[in-house]
């Protein structure tokens, strides 16, 4: 995104996909 903050809230919630299809397909 064009503001910090929103970058930031961008790459929070990649890492929170990339978790949760870790977790996802660990099952």
């Known amino acids: 995104g ?13 890492a929170l996909l990339e978790f949760l299809e870790k977790i996802i397909y660990r099952q």
């Open 2 to 14: 064009h503001y910090p903050q929103m970058e930031a809230h961008e790459k929070v919630l990649e």
